[in-house]
């Protein structure tokens, strides 16, 4: 009985305690709890953590700054840069404000070397424009050389079936066979630039209509290359892929070459050096045509490809090698020629036989002599008429 009484009294006296505690602000109350009760609430007592906090704001502070400094350099290397990169793509102006440069050596450095380029660039223009007029005052003086040389003969005799014996001496000795890796490369490089030449858009039209054959061309005067096309649309013509395979056997034989292609009046040897494949062919040609006086020298690629649609007839200059340089004659040009002929199905009977077809001659040719680069369309103009009167008569000349 005593215990309980003891108990219940010393309950009452602690509930008496805790309403009598006063209840005043939160740090009033924090400063009367013990340590170990402030601990447990993860407070500091007052005036414990003063210094630690003044250390770590401190700590605070220099990495700030230090950050700060750090932004403000790379800010400041950045706009040298784009300095840099606006001096240039202006082409460095010839006076700048002082205050708008910084004046640092690297900066000095890079506005001094950039003016000297951009004069070093444009002194390159001069130099590259004067090239481009002696090179065609060169051309000109062989020319003129050539001319008079061919005059001074005079009425000599023709020595053409000697030059040929010469010339087939020549390349017999030098000639190096070509493996079918060798020409694929040349392939696949033809190939990209047909595509490529598809994509333009920067040729011209004469407007003409010449037995419904169409033009579009572009002359470079300063490389003496011309690029060119030439188009017709045929219907009823059923087989076009037989008269596409007589277009590939006249380059096969020399005399049918120079019948169907080119005419009587132009002197012509033609021989197929090398038969890789039955589509790939290593040719050996000089031209020459009766108002030029030189030697049309070439060393072509030939190969064709065919789908059920579409025939691909390419003719591709390679360098001449030891050739060229074993074929020293100061009436000979050796011509780049790059040129490809398609035949397009574009619709077919219920027998299957074509009933209509798009036939494309196009190309690029260059040559140290002008006069061969645009005298060049006219005889590609011809030379299609010519084959197609030759070879379909007046079934193809029908439009």
Request: aromatic share 8%; hydrophobic share 35%; glycine share 6%.
């Amino acid at each position: 009985m005593s215990r309980t009484t003891t108990a219940a009294t010393s309950s009452f006296a602690m509930e008496k305690t805790l309403e009598n505690t006063p209840t005043g602000s939160s740090s009033e109350s924090e400063a009367v709890l013990p340590l170990a009760h402030a601990i447990t609430l993860g407070k500091l007592p007052k005036g414990e953590s003063s210094d630690d906090e003044i250390a770590r704001k401190r700590q605070s502070e220099r990495r700030s700054r230090q950050r700060r400094k750090e932004n403000l350099e790379s800010m400041r290397q950045q706009v040298k840069a784009l300095e840099c990169a606006l001096a240039n793509v202006m082409f460095v102006r010839d006076s700048t404000e002082v205050w708008d440069e910084f004046s640092d050596d690297d900066s000095v450095r890079m506005r001094e070397f950039l003016r000297r380029s951009t004069t070093t660039q444009r002194r390159m223009g001069e130099l590259e424009s004067e090239r481009e007029e002696l090179h065609r005052m060169l051309r000109q003086y062989r020319e003129s050389v050539s001319t008079m040389r061919r005059l001074m003969k005079g009425m000599e005799l023709d020595d053409w079936s000697l030059r040929v014996s010469r010339w087939r001496a020549v390349t017999h000795a030098t000639f190096n066979m070509w493996t079918l890796d060798e020409c694929r490369d040349v392939i696949n490089d033809a190939l990209k630039q047909i595509r490529d030449f598809s994509l333009r858009d920067d040729m011209v039209s004469s407007g003409m209509d010449f037995h419904g054959w169409r033009d579009r061309r572009r002359i470079d005067t300063s490389s003496c290359t011309m690029h060119f096309s030439f188009h017709k649309y045929y219907e009823g013509v059923g087989d076009a892929m037989g008269i596409a395979d007589k277009f590939w056997e006249a380059h096969l034989n020399g005399d049918e070459y120079r019948r169907t292609l080119l005419g009587p009046n132009v002197k012509v040897y033609y021989e197929v050096l090398q038969r890789v494949t039955s589509d790939i062919c290593i040719i050996r040609c000089v031209e020459e045509y009766p108002t030029m006086p030189m030697s049309i020298h070439k060393f072509l690629l030939l190969f064709r490809v065919r789908t059920e649609d579409r025939y691909l007839h390419v003719v591709k200059s390679l360098p001449p090698g030891d050739i060229g340089l074993a074929t020293d004659e100061e009436d000979a040009i050796w011509a780049t020629t790059f040129h490809w002929s398609t035949f397009d199905i574009l619709s077919r009977d219920a027998e299957g036989k074509c009933t209509k077809c798009l036939t494309a001659v196009n190309g690029t040719t260059g040559s140290e002599d002008p006069q061969y680069a645009l005298r060049w369309m006219i005889e590609a103009l011809v030379t299609v008429v010519r084959f197609e009167t030759l070879v379909g008569g007046q079934r193809l000349l029908g439009f």
